[in-house]
């Protein structure tokens, strides 16, 4: 059975930090690609950040370069995503997903976890 679950949302200030973690189960990680998505009230979702099963390349959206960090440990089938300098609008409901490619870039993302809550307020 496959599996992703998303941990480590929550509240935090403005300008605060937050790690969310994506384990896997049930399919073959080393294999796919891991991205995370966000989708807040009212928008569309956005994928911002991913990274690949092979090199270790990553992607990220201009909303979220140089905050976030994206990470994968392939011995624990985990993939983390390290949030800096949180600002109200990256509030969401954040997803992690897999899609069996090597790279980033192109392919449809073929499993999603239930998503965890990230709330920016002060």
């Known amino acids: 059975q496959v599996q992703l679950v998303e941990s480590g949302g929550g509240l935090v200030q403005p300008g605060g930090s937050l790690r969310l973690s994506c384990r896997a189960s049930?399919?073959?990680?080393?294999?796919?690609?891991i991205g995370w998505f966000r989708q807040a009230p009212g928008k569309e979702r956005e994928e911002v950040s991913c990274v690949s099963s092979s090199d270790g390349s990553t992607y990220y959206a201009d909303s979220v370069k140089g905050r976030f960090t994206i990470s994968r440990d392939n011995a624990k089938n985990l993939v983390n995503l390290e949030m800096h300098s949180l600002k109200p609008e990256d509030t969401a409901v954040y997803y992690c997903?897999?899609?069996?490619?090597?790279?980033?870039?192109?392919?449809?993302?073929?499993?999603w976890g239930q998503g965890t809550q990230v709330t920016v307020s002060s």
């Open positions: 049930g399919f073959t990680f080393d294999y796919y690609a």
């Open positions: 997903a897999a899609k069996w490619r090597r790279l980033c870039s192109g392919g449809e993302y073929n499993y």
